[in-house]
């Protein structure tokens, strides 16, 4: 009875609430009003003892987008691809679709709550930085502060390498974009070193 209950109150919240809302609004409603589970996602990434970690959700595609998009930021990825990771969501999502679209009917939401589309996180994205200037600043105001975000950081694996003896290469001689690039998977090499690694699949396991 107790669980028959809690479906009906889904679909009525999915369907009077959600839907209505939509999936861009969703998001911005999930980083103003859900920050404390936001800054606890996050925290597991700032225990090297947490690695390997995989983040999931239950579509693999909003909170796990939006958690993935805030560490990717952290690495310095440049925000078109960290848009263009999260539409991949809709093609890895493909084999599983049609049982996934009767699961979001089933719950009283839209089609679009099925769909991965750039403008989702382009304007998550484009939100966190209207309202704290920057995605950092977002990372700031939650907690997330950095102390906690520098040691993944392109500034502090640029640092680090250029001090390096090894490095014989000036910074001053690297252009921006490159830098940045090698700073990220000088970043992804190291987790990777100590057992990091970062999931693309449907199941990702934070769970957020």
Do not use: W
């Not at 690695?51 to 690495?75: F, N, W």
């Not at 960290?82 to 699961?103: C, F, H, S, W």
């Not at 403008?119 to 200037?133: E, Q």
């Amino acid at each position: 009875m107790a669980c028959c209950q809690r479906r009906k109150a889904a679909y009525v919240v999915g369907q009077q609430v959600l839907s209505p809302m939509g999936v861009n609004r969703m998001y911005r409603e999930f980083a103003t009003y859900c920050q404390g589970e936001i800054l606890a996602a996050m925290m597991v990434f700032a225990n090297p003892e947490n690695y390997p970690i995989e983040v999931h959700c239950t579509q693999g595609k909003d909170r796990t987008g939006i958690v993935s998009a805030l560490i990717m930021t952290i690495a310095g990825v440049p925000q078109d691809i960290i848009i263009n990771d999260y539409t991949k969501t809709q093609k890895g999502l493909a084999p599983v679709y049609d049982a996934m679209l009767e699961e979001v009917r089933k719950s009283g939401l839209s089609e679009d709550f099925a769909q991965a589309p750039a403008s989702n996180m382009r304007d998550f994205l484009n939100f966190l930085a209207d309202k704290y200037g920057s995605v950092e600043g977002y990372l700031d105001v939650i907690g997330f502060g950095p102390d906690l975000r520098d040691p993944y950081s392109p500034q502090q694996q640029i640092k680090s390498e250029s001090s390096s003896p090894s490095n014989s290469a000036s910074i001053e001689d690297v252009d921006i974009l490159t830098a940045t690039a090698k700073a990220y998977l000088g970043a992804i090499n190291k987790q990777l070193a100590a057992g990091t690694a970062r999931s693309i699949t449907k199941e990702r396991q934070v769970d957020v």
